[in-house]
C-alpha cells in the first residue's frame, strides 16, 4: 500500500535559519503531493501541493519539488521564522480503483524556531 | 472562501451522553471527511461521503455515526463513548474525490470523553 516517510522530529532552528524537512513515499499509481501544516490548537492547513513529476509547490517562502525518480517531496524555506514554529504532515494522494482518492500522512515533524 | 467549520471547538461528555459534532462547508465540495487524531500523532480516516452517499467507513466502531444530511453539512452523532476516544476531530472537504483535489479541514473539535 501506499506510505510516506518524514523526517523525524523534533527540528530546532534559530531565525533566519535554513530548513528542509525529508519526505519520501511508495505508491503505486500517480499520486499527488502536499504538505499541510498544524499550528498549536488548530485543524491542518494545506501548506503547498504538487500533481505529477518535477512540479514545484510554493507558498510563503516554502518549497517542494515532486522527484519521482527519488520519490521525494522535500520541504525547503531558506529563512524561518518564529511563526513558522508548528508540525508539519507530508501527505500523498492516490486513487482507489473502488472507493476513491484518500490522504495517507507521514507522523509529522514538530519544528520549532527560537528567536 | 476555503472555510470549513466545525462545532463545537471543545466538548465534554460522559460515557453515557449522546452528542454530535457538526461541519459545514460552502464551497460546493461534494466529498466530505471525518478524521480523528490523537497528541503527536497524524490524522487517521474515519468516514468519508461522496455526493451525500457514504464512500469509506474505516472500521469505525459503531458508537461513531455519521450523517449527510445534505451537500454542505457533515455530522457526526456520538453515543456511549469511551475516555480513549478523546481525541481532536477534523472534518474535510474536497471537490470530489479525484486525487488531484485538495482536502481543507476544518480547526477540528477537542472531545474530552470522562
Known amino acids: 500500500g501506499d506510505s510516506v516517510t518524514q523526517m523525524e522530529g523534533p527540528v530546532t532552528l534559530s531565525e533566519e535559519a535554513f530548513l528542509t524537512i525529508n519526505c519520501t513515499y511508495t505508491?503505486?499509481?500517480?499520486?499527488?503531493l502536499f504538505w499541510y501544516v498544524q499550528y498549536p490548537g488548530e485543524g491542518l492547513q494545506l501548506l503547498l501541493k504538487?500533481?505529477?513529476?518535477?512540479d514545484k509547490g510554493s507558498n510563503k517562502g516554502f518549497e517542494a519539488t515532486y522527484r519521482k525518480e527519488t520519490t521525494s517531496f522535500h520541504l525547503e524555506k531558506g529563512s524561518v521564522q518564529v511563526s513558522d514554529s508548528a508540525v508539519y504532515f507530508c501527505?500523498?494522494?492516490?486513487?482507489?480503483?473502488?472507493?476513491?482518492?484518500?490522504?495517507?500522512f507521514g507522523e509529522g515533524t514538530q519544528l520549532t524556531v527560537n528567536p | 472562501d476555503t472555510e470549513v467549520t466545525q462545532t463545537p471547538k471543545h466538548l465534554v461528555m460522559g460515557m453515557t451522553n449522546k452528542k454530535s459534532l457538526k461541519c459545514e462547508q460552502h464551497?460546493?465540495?461534494?466529498?466530505m471527511y471525518w478524521y480523528k487524531q490523537k497528541a503527536k500523532k497524524p490524522p487517521e480516516l474515519m468516514f468519508v461521503?461522496?455526493?451525500?452517499?457514504?464512500?469509506i467507513n474505516e472500521s469505525v466502531p459503531s458508537r461513531f455515526s455519521p450523517e449527510c444530511p445534505n451537500s454542505s453539512l457533515l455530522n457526526l452523532h456520538l453515543h456511549a463513548l469511551q475516555p480513549e476516544d478523546s481525541a481532536l476531530y477534523l472534518c474535510?472537504?474536497?471537490?470530489?474525490?479525484?486525487?488531484?483535489?485538495?482536502?481543507?479541514f476544518g480547526a477540528g473539535t477537542r472531545l474530552s470523553v470522562l
Open positions: 461521503y461522496s455526493y451525500e452517499k457514504l464512500s
Open positions: 501527505a500523498l494522494s492516490d486513487r482507489e480503483e473502488t472507493s476513491g482518492s484518500r490522504l495517507t
Open positions: 464551497m460546493g465540495h461534494r466529498a
Open positions: 474535510a472537504s474536497s471537490q470530489d474525490l479525484t486525487n488531484k483535489n485538495i482536502q481543507y
Open positions: 504538487a500533481t505529477k513529476a518535477d
Open positions: 505508491a503505486t499509481g500517480y499520486p499527488s
